[in-house]
């Protein structure tokens, strides 16, 4: 069964650094298009970052230069770092899985709440 | 302010059908066939209703489709139910190997 599980979120001053991770099983991470999408409170969908499975990574224009995308294979673990926060990226971060070759998301993870305040 | 054009809010009665669009331009919706529909119930995470335009993936109700023409898609849903009240959301995949999605759609059922 494919599961995504994320995880490190929380309250945390703007300028700081957060980093999420995203437990993935029943798949490999390596081998699929991972990204990150995240929703503010009481708004809609945002695409954040991609990974793809040849390691090449793309990034909306709002965190670009911010946030890194990154994978690590032998935990078969999604991650997000974030820096620089501001108070504009509060939100629930979900990850979600595009199947190799595919162009839709399949599965979602749960999301974890990023909250950027002093 | 989103991508991907959808009207705030649409609703039905029970048993009616009812239209989403998604509007974009030639370098997503019009210029690709990879529009998906996610159905987010509040609190919970999307999930997948329709992918590349049309195609429904197993266990999503035949009362979903979708389709496309031009820079604008589209998701139907006939024989609306009460359980089908929630938001929607297009996405499409972009010309620079990007991600975007619309700014989503409350269904009301009436």
């Known amino acids: 069964e494919v599961q995504l599980v994320e995880s490190g979120g929380g309250l945390i001053q703007p300028g700081g650094s957060l980093r999420l991770s995203c437990a993935a099983s029943?798949?490999?991470?390596?081998?699929?298009?991972m990204s990150w999408v995240r929703q503010a409170p009481g708004k809609g969908l945002e695409w954040v970052s991609v990974?793809?499975?040849?390691?090449?990574?793309y990034y909306s224009d709002s965190v670009k230069g911010r946030f890194t995308i990154s994978r690590d294979n032998s935990k078969n673990t999604l991650y997000l770092q974030m820096n620089s926060l501001r108070a504009e990226d509060t939100a629930v971060y979900y990850c979600a899985r595009r199947r190799s070759g595919s162009y839709f998301f399949d599965y979602w993870g749960q999301g974890t709440l990023v909250t950027v305040s002093s | 302010q989103s991508a991907l054009t959808q009207p705030a809010s649409v609703s039905g009665s029970p048993g009616q059908s009812i239209t989403i669009s998604c509007t974009g331009t030639s370098s997503d919706v019009g210029g690709y066939n990879y529009v998906s529909w996610y159905q987010q119930h509040p609190g919970k995470a999307p999930k997948l209703m329709i992918y590349d335009v049309s195609n429904r993936p197993s266990g999503v109700s035949n009362r979903f489709s979708g389709s496309k023409s031009g820079n604008t898609a589209s998701l139907t849903i006939s024989g609306l139910q009460a359980e089908d009240e929630a938001d929607y959301y297009c996405s499409s995949y972009t010309s620079i190997s990007t991600q975007e999605f619309g700014g989503g759609t409350k269904l009301t059922v009436l």
């Open positions: 990974i793809y499975s040849g390691g090449s990574t």
């Open positions: 029943g798949f490999t991470v390596s081998s699929n298009y």
